[in-house]
């Protein structure tokens, strides 16, 4: 028996995109933390880097996020 694709389910996305936002700005959170402690300039530019990245990580999502809601009240 063939199986095809699955069935495209987008109804959740837009809670996952929320928590993966929440999780981001968590992790940012803990690394202000983290620039506290005793590390090299180094350790501290990657982690500032790491950070921009996930700003706009972020500021992505939340375009996402906004897509999503989009399609779901177009198909409601």
């Known amino acids: 028996m063939a199986k095809g694709p699955k ?3 987008r109804s959740d996305n837009v809670e996952k995109l929320r928590e993966q936002v929440v999780n981001t700005i968590e992790n940012i959170e803990a690394s202000h933390d983290t620039l506290q402690m005793d590390l090299s300039e180094d350790q501290k530019e990657d982690i500032r880097a790491k ?3 996930r700003e706009r990580a972020i500021a992505d ?4 996020i906004q897509d999503e809601y989009e399609f779901q ?3 409601d």
Not at 61 to 64: F, G, Q
Request: aromatic share 0%; no cysteine; charged share 70%.
């Open 61 to 64: 999502k939340r375009e996402e």
């Open 73 to 75: 009240q177009k198909q």
């Open 7 to 9: 069935p495209d389910d």
């Open 51 to 53: 950070n921009r990245r």
